[in-house]
């Protein structure tokens, strides 16, 4: 019975812990559309995950992580705060090319701007470098690669 009521705490405290910090929800726009959650881990600094189809070549579907890190915080304006931030992610998925699905893992790194406004609303700009394989003839040799520019606009919470 300690154990659960000990457990039941743990659980509870790392919700109430989870909970309490920033979370933004919303949509990213680049090569295709993607679901896009943002969940700050220890403030300035967050995870996002994004899920979604991509391009319009090769149409597939990408999950993808990044823990980034906020590099600066320029104070431009009155109002809303600026933030300027890179990090490293995993990206995974599948694509549909010449009659058939080809599986997609890659590396990638993420940098960006992002403005919070007053409000909740956040709006970001970023670059995403990607570096991956394929289990196909998906671009000609397995390898999967890009730079791929995105918006993003997001409902912070």
Known sequence: MKRIIIV???????AVAASAQPKAIGGRFGYGLEASYEHYIGNPNFLE???GIIGTTHAGFRLTGTYNWVIAQPNWTSR??????????LTMGSAYTNGSDHFLFGFLGQAGLEYKFWFPLQLSADLR????????????D?????LIPTLS???TF
Request: charged fraction near 10%; aromatic fraction near 18%; glycine fraction near 22%.
């Open 142 to 146: 397995g390898i999967v690669y890009g």
């Open 153 to 155: 606009a997001r409902f």
């Open 8 to 14: 039941a705490a743990l659980l509870l405290g790392l």
């Open 129 to 140: 470098p990607t570096f991956g394989v394929s289990d196909g003839e998906l671009y000609g």
């Open 49 to 51: 995950v994004d899920a």
């Open 80 to 89: 809303g705060n600026w933030s300027f931030y890179a990090g490293p992610g």
